[in-house]
């Protein structure tokens, strides 16, 4: 059974960009979450979609957004990057979307933003 | 403020040794605790799931305990193998949709 599969793993943008992540859950999971992880700030939570709606926000800007698509799979933008959006973007899926479902990580798409 | 806080920072031991790793938290509402491993470069991967009235769960060489009173939580890795250098990191589920996570132990396990 294939795992979360993150795409792209790696990519570089400059400031002002935007840049779209994508992350495919694992087949039968309808909930996807986005994490981000930084050295400073260790993990924190981005939103958590369940069935194409976002059930959940954390605290970042508005420059960061997601959607979920029909499929479960789910993409998530930040527009006019800074230098501070620097990090390893994690998406993680669940089965369902109860509160000791078992979240599944994919590898991260790792962002390095000049 | 809701906070996740673990203990060491970073921890080195040497191979066949036992470990325990902390995790303090200051989480309302409170729905369950989680601990994750990651090695370098990769995602986390789920050790144990805890809710309010498990005191203890143990997965292979991992146990883990929650004392909901004092807001405590700890992994315990009995005969550490040289695969367990990683990060060990403790989450909180607070509510229905939101995660709070620790900053996370560094572990190295020397031969």
């Known amino acids: 059974k294939a795992g979360v599969t993150q795409t792209p793993r790696y990519l570089i943008k400059t400031r002002g960009q935007q840049v779209t992540l994508s992350c495919s859950p694992i087949s039968g999971h309808r909930s996807v979450s986005w994490y981000q992880q930084t050295p400073g700030q260790g993990l924190q939570f981005l939103f958590e979609y369940f069935s194409e709606t976002q059930r959940n926000k954390g605290n970042f800007p508005g420059r960061f957004s997601g959607r979920q698509f029909s499929n479960s799979r789910s993409e998530m933008n930040v527009s006019t990057l800074e230098l501070g959006d620097s990090a390893l973007y994690l998406c993680a899926s669940s089965l369902v979307q109860t509160d000791t479902g078992e979240l599944f990580f994919g590898e991260g798409s790792r962002l390095t933003v000049l | 403020k809701n906070q996740v806080e673990q203990s060491p920072q970073s921890l080195i031991i040497l191979e066949g040794k036992n470990c325990t790793l902390q995790?303090?938290?200051?989480?309302?509402?409170?729905?369950?605790l989680r601990w994750y491993k990651q090695d370098t470069g990769r995602g986390p991967v789920s050790l144990t799931i805890?809710?309010?009235?498990?005191n203890t769960k143990s997965n292979g060489r991992y146990t883990a305990t929650l004392d909901a009173d004092t807001k405590q939580s700890s992994l315990h890795i009995t005969a550490s193998q040289l695969s367990d250098s990683a990060s060990y990191i403790c989450v909180v589920r607070s509510g229905t949709y939101k995660y709070i996570f620790g900053t996370g132990t560094r572990l190295k396990v020397l031969a």
């Open positions: 805890m809710t309010f009235s498990e």
């Open positions: 995790c303090n938290y200051t989480v309302s509402p409170f729905s369950n």
